[in-house]
């Protein structure tokens, strides 16, 4: 049955698409299934080839990629066509028929740094770093809650667009006031020290800072069971994580930015502070691997 499969180059399945090349191309990079060469040139990925693209050749053009008919692949609309029969739904949901708009421009009408909002999005589980490109991808979350990306050739970079109904989304709220505020005390968000300022986790948990939150998200998104603010096995902790037996600390005061190790002096424990946060996904990766009970 394979053999029957047909393949077509990006230029010719966006034509069967009803779309232009470079809105493929766009949605080819987004999908990671490619991503540019030191010559600009698009170059098949690890992902492209899982997805059933491979490699072909021609006496006119040499090499390029084949693409599978079928492709999985989501295509947002940049640049106008006039066939647009065929181009596939960008996504289902709640905001799907309402325009995005960019960071940038969102930022400025809430008088925010426009980087704070990928920091935003980040805590709410709606974005996360493109690992192939420069920017910020939505994550099935942000799809659901109406946040996608756009793509910048230019400069190769995924950029967030959010719904303009975002200032209705409560914990989106929550966080902007939380962010304008590490602004104005030009507190950046893994640096420097922050007042404890109550928020919202993502799974409902009232944490004590924004950090914390960063902190239970991570564990969420990551399947972790977490208790938070446990007694036991060490009191004023502030998650414990039963799958582990390890206990997470938050501590405001201190300032070291060396990498947080587990400490079983006296049981498990690692103790993250605002300069050494930005490690969570290298030390709980390597906690999660090493402490399984």
Known sequence: MSEDKKFYSASSLAKRLGVEYSDLVRALLLSQYVMRGADRKLVLTDEGIA??????SSDKYGPFIQWPEGLNVDVELKTPTQNTKSVPQTSNNRNANTKNISSRTLA?????????LNDIACVLGWASKASKVN?????????KEGIS????????????LFPHNILTYD??????EIFKHLELNNIGLYTGTVECVQTMAVDGHIVNSIYHCII??????????????????F?????????????????MDESTESIPIVDETNGRMITFNPNNIIHIEEVMNKASFTLRI
Do not use: Q
């Open 135 to 143: 920017g910020y991808l939505s994550t099935n979350l942000g799809l």
């Open 149 to 160: 990306h756009g793509y910048s050739s230019k400069y190769n970079m995924a950029y967030l």
């Open 108 to 116: 400025k009408r809430l008088n925010l740094d426009a980087n704070y």
């Open 171 to 176: 914990k989106f709220n929550n966080c902007v």
């Open 51 to 56: 997805a059933g693209a491979k490699m072909g």
């Open 235 to 251: 009191p004023n902790t502030d998650f414990f994580l039963p799958e582990l037996g390890l206990s997470i600390k938050f501590n």
């Open 216 to 233: 239970d998200n991570w564990l969420l998104f990551h399947g972790i069971t977490h208790i938070i603010n446990s007694r036991n096995p």
